[in-house]
């Protein structure tokens, strides 16, 4: 009962109604907890431990970081030591490049492997002994010297921060500066793009065209949203979209070519999506006070996206081989030919515009 204030300041919070559910199994936890249990909160594994969903409970404290609850640091763990020599609060300070004064080397940091999330309740809710910070600093030196500090198993990543719709809406402001760049180790990515709209607009007309576009945008966005993906940007009538795995991308690509099917976009059956999918490295910058994607991965991405056929979906051996992918692909084969509508995964070897030898492009192509 030690941190009832902590309690009730959530329960009194503007955003109360949206993570209520998620507070209330959270509830026994955060009575009880410890002070050194509310320093630096790693939501990963509090979610493994009560059996609740992770991204539920990174939504939890990103509501309550915007209602000044907790306070959220993102921290830089040195690759060659694990220690945190430095965090900020701010996703508008975080820089491309740490240094490690333990180890003196400098490194990259890269959001999906040494950039870590972790909350923290803002003093003015809870006042945690002054000493805290001072213990853990020590404790983790320490270990250090000893050679036995490590990254935690499961951590919330800056990569799943940056995978919430959550932050986007309520810390979409705090953008990375403009010098600054961020690793992503592995990012699956997915790029859509329609045919047919120039011969739909000269047919339709404007008006009903643009419902037509505004109405497949609708449902590429909830389709990747389904599967925890982000829209990066549209460009024309294409969009980019970045997933947290490879079988997240292949899973909302499959809904995307399940809903062009059996939703009639427009009744003149004008428009056909196609759809690529590829995984790798990128590095993430601030492009006009956006976060936006670089780097050859979304390159090859966007250009399977060109080698497709209309109403298709491909992707790389990268995403291919993916054990989680080749699960979601047996399962979306098997539905299509339950439903009479069978579907083969077809393989060709293609020369990508840009991109150096030849790359192995899987696709869709009902059977005949
Ligand atoms: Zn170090």
């Known amino acids: 009962m030690q941190n009832r204030p902590l309690v009730e300041a959530l329960k009194r919070s503007r955003h109360y109604g949206l993570y209520e559910a998620t507070l209330e199994r959270l509830i026994p936890f955060l009575e009880s907890a410890t002070p050194s249990e509310l320093f630096r909160i790693n939501a990963a594994e509090l979610a493994d431990g009560l059996q609740i969903a992770k991204d539920d409970v990174r939504d939890f404290f990103l509501y309550g970081t915007a209602d000044g609850i907790f306070r959220l640091s993102w921290e830089f763990h040195c690759p060659h030591c694990n220690a945190v020599p430095d965090f ?10 740490g240094f ?26 809870v006042a945690l002994p002054p ?30 921060c940056l995978h919430s719709a959550v932050f986007r809406e309520l810390f979409g402001e705090e953008v990375l500066s403009a010098e ?7 990012a699956s990515l997915l790029f859509t793009d329609i045919k047919g709209s120039t011969k739909m607009y000269s047919d339709l007309g404007d008006t009903v065209s643009y419902n037509v576009v505004r109405n ?14 982000v829209v990066v940007k549209t460009i024309g009538d294409a969009v980019m979209a970045s997933f947290r795995s490879p079988a997240d991308a292949i899973a909302a690509a ?31 910058v601030n492009l006009n006070d956006r976060i936006d994607y670089f780097g050859n991965s979304v390159n090859i991405a966007a250009r399977i996206q060109g080698q497709v056929q209309s109403h298709s979906v491909g992707f790389s051996k990268e995403i291919f081989e993916d054990g989680a992918v080749r699960h979601e692909l047996r399962r979306f084969l098997d539905q299509q030919s339950a439903e009479g509508e069978p579907v083969d995964i077809m393989h060709r070897k293609t020369q990508l515009k840009g991109i150096e030898g030849q790359v192995d492009l899987y696709y869709f192509k009902d059977r005949a």
């Open 216 to 229: 497949h945008f609708k449902i590429l966005f909830r389709d990747i949203e389904a599967e925890k993906g």
């Open 131 to 160: 000493s805290i910070e001072e213990e853990y600093r020590s404790a983790m030196i320490e270990a250090v010297k000893q050679n036995s500090y490590s990254m935690p198993d499961r951590f919330l990543s800056g990569m799943d």
């Open 88 to 97: 900020k609060h701010n996703f508008g300070e975080v820089k491309g490049a």
């Open 100 to 125: 490690c004064p333990l180890c003196d080397v400098n490194f990259r940091n890269v959001l999906d492997s040494n950039v870590e999330v972790t909350f923290t309740v803002h003093p003015a809710v």
């Open 180 to 186: 600054e760049s961020l690793g992503i180790e592995r």
């Open 254 to 284: 499959l809904r995307i070519y399940r809903d062009f099917r059996s939703e009639r976009l427009d009744p003149a059956g004008h428009l056909e999506i196609r759809v690529g999918v590829h995984t790798g490295p990128v590095i993430v």
